[in-house]
C-alpha cells in the first residue's frame, strides 16, 4: 500500500472557482504534512505545511484530520496561475525522517 | 544563485554506460536526498545522506550508488545505465528539522 494516496485528477476549474484536494496517508507515524506545488517539468516547491488545527495562507486553506489520516488543501478564488501539479508529501521519523509523496493533483484553471 | 543546483539538466546515453548525477548546495542543509520521478508515480526516493559520513538507502536504490563527498556535494551515480532508468531525477535538501525539502532543478536523464 502506498504510504501517500492522492486522486491524480485532473482538476479543471473556470478562474474565481474554489476546488478542494484531499490526500490520505496510511502511516500512523506520520509526524509532518506538507503540501508542495510542481509546474510542467520543474522542481517542486513548498506551498505550505499543514497544522493539526488548521492553517491559511492567503487563499490557499490546509487542514489535517489525524483520526480519519487525511489532509485537505482549499483554494478560494482560482488564478490561472494556480495551475499546476499540487503534491502532498508526508515525513514519517521512525523511518529516518523519509520524506513521501503522493502522485500529485493536477489542477488546470480555465479562462 | 540557486541554491540548490544539479548538472547535468539534461544527458542522452545508451545502455550500459556509467553516468553521474552531480549536486551542490549553499543552504548549509545537512541532510541531502537524491529521488526520482515518473510519470503516475510521484516522487520516489534513491538514497539520502544526513552528513558526510551517513549514507541510507531509500525506496529504489538498486542500480545506483551515491557518494557523500562535501557537505555541500551530494553525486548520485548509475554504474551501467538501462532504459527503465530514463527519468526526472531531484536532488534535494533539508535542515536537521527535516520540515522542509529545498530542490534542484531536476536532470532529465534518458537511457537509450
Known amino acids: 500500500r502506498k504510504e501517500v494516496e492522492q486522486d491524480p485528477g485532473p482538476f479543471n476549474v473556470p478562474e474565481g472557482a474554489t476546488v478542494a484536494f484531499n490526500c490520505t496517508y496510511s502511516?500512523?507515524?506520520?509526524?509532518?504534512f506538507f503540501w508542495y506545488r510542481q509546474d510542467c517539468r520543474k522542481e517542486p516547491k513548498l506551498l505550505m505545511s499543514v497544522y493539526s488545527s488548521g492553517n491559511e495562507d492567503g487563499r490557499f486553506t490546509a487542514q489535517l484530520n489525524r483520526a480519519s489520516q487525511y489532509i485537505s488543501l482549499l483554494i478560494r478564488d482560482s488564478k490561472l496561475s494556480d495551475s499546476a501539479t499540487y503534491l502532498c508529501v508526508v515525513n514519517i521519523p521512525n523511518t529516518g525522517n523519509q520524506f513521501y509523496f503522493g502522485t500529485g493533483t493536477s489542477l488546470t484553471v480555465i479562462p | 544563485d540557486a541554491d540548490v543546483t544539479q548538472t547535468p539538466r539534461n544527458r542522452i546515453t545508451k545502455t550500459g554506460k556509467r553516468i553521474m548525477l552531480e549536486c551542490s548546495q549553499t543552504k548549509g542543509h545537512d541532510r541531502m536526498y537524491w529521488y526520482r520521478q515518473d510519470p503516475g508515480l510521484g516522487l520516489r526516493l534513491i538514497y539520502y545522506?544526513?552528513?558526510?559520513?551517513?549514507?541510507n538507502k531509500g525506496e529504489i536504490s538498486d542500480g545506483y550508488s551515491v557518494s557523500r563527498q562535501a557537505q555541500a556535494k551530494f553525486s548520485l551515480s548509475l554504474e551501467s545505465a538501462i532504459p527503465n532508468q530514463t527519468a526526472l531525477y531531484f536532488c534535494?535538501?533539508?535542515?536537521?528539522?527535516?520540515?522542509?525539502?529545498?530542490f534542484g532543478p531536476g536532470t532529465r536523464l534518458t537511457v537509450l
Open positions: 502511516n500512523s507515524a506520520s509526524q509532518s
Open positions: 545522506s544526513f552528513d558526510v559520513k551517513d549514507i
Open positions: 534535494a535538501t533539508s535542515d536537521f528539522s527535516a520540515h522542509t525539502q529545498y
